[in-house]
């Protein structure tokens, strides 16, 4: 993959970018954000994709996070370099149903910085929705890194106004204050919220079974109510899921029945009924 691409990043306008047809192929683009650092974004992106594929959906996971990709590690894919078939890049396979590309898989030195500008980082988006070999794909999750910058603002224009976002908070106000601005920034782009997910919402204690509300509980919940989106749940704190993630083991791959893995399957359900509603208005039967 060329680091230096000439590529034409995001526009100063809100408006859509056109770019070839490679992404034809996926019915259902999910980009999962978060106006708030530290609300474990990449780890609920990354149980998604997962839950996805162990539901028999074909998926892609992309992780857009320029200067701190953490997909590969949480995914068990550290180290692991792409192969390639020309000018396509070969994603790589977590199973038989997901397929994986990440920053962190081109970069020489894991511990080098990546110091690049707005333009740059968005011609190298545009390589990964153009130039990987994707093939046909239920759904493609997109991990972008916190805020509403050059990543995100790149992955929606260029995906268009039938992407999808998927909002993570955790309960804390000063984190709800900048999650906000993440559903206001997606209606600027015309794109819609399939919902808000409150992560580390809680810690359910396994000796007495008490949850106990760490940082508070339910501001996402009301966050969503105010703003006219639907709430897909409260992921409890869970330290298996910090270690799954350490480990390279998704968690949902090995934890079926805790709350949190209920709490990720519910996300996931919602995210199989909107996949399965692109497929139906791609077949024409919508």
Not at 47 to 67: F, I, K, M, Q, S
Not at 88 to 108: D, Q, R, T, Y
Not at 130 to 145: E, K, R
Request: contains cysteine.
């Amino acid at each position: 993959m060329n680091q230096s691409p000439s590529g034409d990043g995001a526009n100063e306008s809100l408006q859509p970018l056109e770019i070839p047809g490679a992404i034809a192929r996926i019915k259902s683009k999910i980009v999962v954000l978060s106006g708030k650092g530290g609300v474990g974004k990449s780890t609920v992106a990354a149980n998604l994709a997962a839950g996805l594929a162990l539901e028999g959906l074909r998926t892609g996971l992309l992780d857009v996070d320029v200067h701190g990709p953490s997909i590969p590690r949480i995914m068990g894919l550290a180290g692991v370099k792409p192969e390639m078939a020309g000018d396509a890049i070969l994603p790589v396979e977590w199973n038989w149903n997901l397929k994986v590309v990440s920053m962190g898989f081109f970069l020489a030195n894991p511990d080098e910085a990546v110091i690049w500008r707005g333009p740059v980082k968005g011609g190298v988006i545009k390589q990964f929705l153009t130039q990987v070999a994707w093939g046909d794909l239920d759904c493609l999750v997109v991990d972008c890194p916190p805020g509403t910058g050059d990543e995100p603002l790149s992955v929606l224009q260029m995906l268009g106004e039938d992407a999808t976002a998927l909002v993570v908070t955790s309960p804390q106000d000063v984190a709800i204050d900048d999650v906000r601005r993440s559903i206001g920034f997606c209606r600027e782009l015309g794109n819609p919220v399939l919902g808000i997910v409150e992560n580390l919402s809680g810690f359910h204690c396994p000796q007495c079974g008490t949850v106990h509300d760490i940082f508070k509980s339910g501001g996402g919940e009301r966050l969503a109510e105010s703003a006219g989106v639907p709430f897909l749940g409260r992921i409890p704190i869970d330290g298996e899921v910090g270690r799954a993630a350490d480990q390279g083991e998704a968690y949902l791959a090995v934890k079926g029945t805790s709350p949190a893995a209920s709490a990720f399957k519910r996300v996931v359900a919602a995210a199989v009924r909107h996949a399965a509603g692109r497929g139906r208005e791609a077949s024409g039967d919508a």
